[in-house]
């Protein structure tokens, strides 16, 4: 498959409340990137973590990496409704080139 | 900065006509640029790179001769869909790399909006 896996497919959360999605991918890979898509729109790029980093910090955004179990976690803290939207892992498949996962939509519920 | 357009947003076309979309980096000298399709409520697939100047690499199971890429300057690509049919409706999604230059992330892609098109 050309793709990695994540789950769960579907969140459905209160504002306020922590959204944690995960991911988990096949081969190696120098780094990963998580990317944000609101319904019908391009996607925007959320966070890259290297395969030497096991956690990176982007505001509300906290990115850890597995590389043993090949897997990585996105934390989103004290959600808003403005984070509904898609979201993606992408691993690298060559230089610049970039597969994505099969997302998940995380639904905050006012 | 790393702004990426594409044209047009949105397009109806009968069976059989031919559609042409294309991907502009509009702050940015894009050494590779991707194509993408995408389904309602799926991830993206990937359908090919092109790299300015030279012919774009499909991925397996993408017909070069119905998806016509063409990446004619460094801050233009285009997708051609070739006698569309109703199986060819879809989001096609272009993402530019600059490569390491001019300061940007070459390992980030920067995304167009987007464009949807219904083959009637």
């Known amino acids: 498959s050309q793709q990695g896996e994540e789950d769960p497919q579907a969140l459905s959360i209160q504002e306020g409340e922590n959204a944690t999605m995960n991911c988990s991918y096949k081969t190696s890979i120098n780094n990963l990137q998580w990317y944000r898509q609101n319904s019908g729109r391009g996607l925007v790029h959320l966070i890259l973590i290297r395969s030497n980093e096991r956690e990176k910090h982007s505001g509300r955004l906290r990115v850890t990496l597995d590389t043993s179990k090949k897997s990585s976690s996105l934390l989103i803290t004290a959600s808003r409704a403005a984070d509904t939207a898609s979201y993606f892992c992408a691993t690298e498949r060559g230089t610049y080139k970039y597969i994505f996962g099969t997302g998940t939509r995380l639904k905050v519920l006012a | ?120």
């Not at chain 2, 059989?16 to 991830?43: H, N």
């Not at chain 2, 012919?55 to 397996?60: D, G, L, W």
């Open chain 2, 1 to 120: 900065g790393a702004v990426v357009s594409q044209h047009p947003s949105w397009v109806i076309c009968k069976s059989g006509t031919s559609v042409k979309i294309e991907c502009r980096s509009l702050d940015f000298q894009a050494t590779t640029m991707f194509w993408y399709r995408q389904f309602p409520k799926q991830s993206l697939m990937l359908m090919a790179t092109s790299n300015e100047g030279s012919k774009a690499t499909y991925e397996q199971g993408v017909e070069k001769d119905k998806f016509l890429i063409n990446h004619a300057s460094l801050t233009l690509s285009t997708l051609t869909v070739t006698s569309a049919h109703p199986e060819d409706s879809s989001f096609y999604i272009c993402s530019a790399s600059s490569g390491g230059r001019e300061g940007i992330s070459e390992e980030t892609q920067y995304f167009g909006p987007g464009t949807r098109l219904l083959v009637l």
